[in-house]
């Protein structure tokens, strides 16, 4: 029988042995490595696409970055837009082989927000009518200063984010947006979109 790791022992790894135990340890890792079973939906040398086994609804896809991280603010931009990427795809071929009536394309990040793998996976749902999926919840009532106040704080650190180099927006004390004046915007021309029977929810 192996010897029980100790705090000690893990604190005396190099990283590299870090993430190997991590790996050992995840479920996720493991389903990517082929070590345990699972119904493969999509692969490619970046991400891995399986059937949740506790679907919300038939046809509940679990998408993973096959490298290890634990939320997704720890993905480089790139891996993380490719991430997207493939689950906007894969929302579409929900509708295309499922008939959905539309999709929810959720992530929790921390226990606290339901995370229940430490391993960064998207959820992406085909919703069908009257199908009684919960993913509503009840709104929080906030006055108007605290809104302001929340906008001003996150508005403050969000100023260095944005990937297209563009300023961030700033905001005033009343929360309204301080714009700058542009001039010689061009207008890309977008390309067609692909158009969806999405079903109108009932009344």
Request: aromatic fraction near 4%; charged fraction near 30%.
């Amino acid at each position: 029988m192996a010897r029980q790791l100790t705090e000690e022992d893990v604190k005396n790894m190099s990283p590299e042995q870090v993430q190997d135990l991590i790996k050992q340890q995840c479920i996720f890792c493991r389903i990517i490595s082929g070590e345990i079973p699972a119904k493969k939906v999509y692969e490619d040398s970046n991400v891995l696409a399986v059937l949740d086994i506790n679907p919300a609804n038939p046809g509940h896809i679990l998408v993973v970055p096959k490298k290890h991280y634990q939320i997704l603010p720890q993905m480089p931009d790139e891996e993380s837009a490719y991430l997207l990427n493939i689950c906007k795809k894969l929302s579409s071929v929900l509708f295309e082989a499922l008939g959905a009536h539309g999709t929810n394309i959720l992530q929790r990040n921390g226990p606290a927000a339901g995370q229940e793998v430490p391993h960064v996976h998207v959820h992406v749902i085909p919703r069908f009518e009257e199908d009684k999926v919960g993913l509503l919840w009840k709104p929080v009532k906030l006055e108007e200063a605290m809104f302001n106040e929340i906008q001003k704080k996150i508005s403050e650190k969000a100023k260095g984010i944005s990937a297209d180099k563009k300023k961030a927006p700033v905001y005033d004390e009343s929360g309204k947006e301080i714009k700058e004046e542009k001039s010689g915007d061009k207008k890309e021309e977008k390309p067609a979109q692909k158009v969806y029977k999405i079903k109108p929810r009932r009344p």
